[in-house]
């Protein structure tokens, strides 16, 4: 049984520029989440997908910040004009969601450090 | 979150003793989640609760929901090194369906 995947697992880059990171729910889930980490913090939820509509946004997820799900599938999040601020960490996870309870399963993450 | 406090912040117990991890929440739970994670890696799914006083074990590991499902409680039983990690509850409050989290419980096992 193949888990929730996430590419790359690190990325390190200049504040400015732009990045874009994927991730890969468990098949057959059709709710696909965005959360993000910061040291010695739990997850903040960012954006949730179901199959390929974006259902909600928080309102950490500035401008600078879009997600899709093109084919309901896979998703990708990406970060225009990084700033210092968005160093953390990207977690995705993926549900059933036929049911209120469906147990959301997570990636290893992204880990972003901006210079 | 500052709807889900979780205590204590972090705790240091010698292998082969108990430990319990506490999660309250400002609002009724729905349902109330417990992840474990080991440092820069993904979140890995312990539990679920979701009614008033539920009650799940697996392995060594016990997990409570009281009554007015407002609070839990995690329990290790006879901790061992493989228990040592961040501890993270994870709540769903309303009817959608993100879930808020505590700030976590750091776990260290000494041998």
């Known amino acids: 049984d193949t888990g929730v995947s996430q590419d790359p697992r690190h990325k390190i880059t200049k504040r400015g520029q732009n990045v874009t990171f994927r991730c890969d729910p468990i098949?057959?889930?059709?709710?696909l989440y965005w959360y993000r980490q910061t040291l010695g913090q739990g997850p903040e939820f960012l954006t949730y997908?179901?199959?390929?509509?974006?259902?909600?946004k928080s309102r950490l997820l500035s401008d600078r910040f879009s997600a899709e799900r093109p084919k309901g599938s896979f998703s990708t999040l990406e970060i225009q004009r990084t700033e210092q601020g968005d160093s953390a960490m990207y977690l995705c996870?993926?549900?059933?969601?036929?049911?209120?309870?469906?147990?959301?399963?997570f990636g290893p993450g992204t880990r972003l450090t901006v210079l | 979150s500052q709807e889900l406090e979780q205590s204590p912040q972090s705790l240091i117990v010698q292998e082969g003793k108990n430990l319990t991890i506490n999660c309250t929440s400002s609002?009724?739970?729905?349902?109330l989640y417990w992840y474990k994670q080991k440092y820069g890696e993904g979140l890995i799914f312990l539990m679920m609760?979701?009614?008033?006083?539920e009650e799940k074990s697996h392995e060594k590991i016990t997990a409570k929901l009281d009554e007015k499902k407002q609070q839990s409680s995690l329990h290790i039983t006879a901790s061992q090194p493989s228990h040592a990690g961040i501890y993270l509850c994870?709540?769903?409050?309303?009817?959608?369906?993100?879930?808020?989290f505590g700030a976590g419980t750091t776990v260290t096992v000494r041998a």
């Open positions: 996870a993926s549900s059933l969601a036929y049911v209120r309870t469906d147990t959301q399963y």
């Open positions: 098949s057959e889930h059709n709710r």
């Open positions: 997908f179901q199959n390929e509509a974006q259902l909600e």
């Open positions: 609002k009724t739970l729905y349902g």
């Open positions: 609760l979701q009614k008033g006083g």
């Open positions: 994870g709540a769903d409050h309303v009817s959608d369906y993100k879930l808020s």
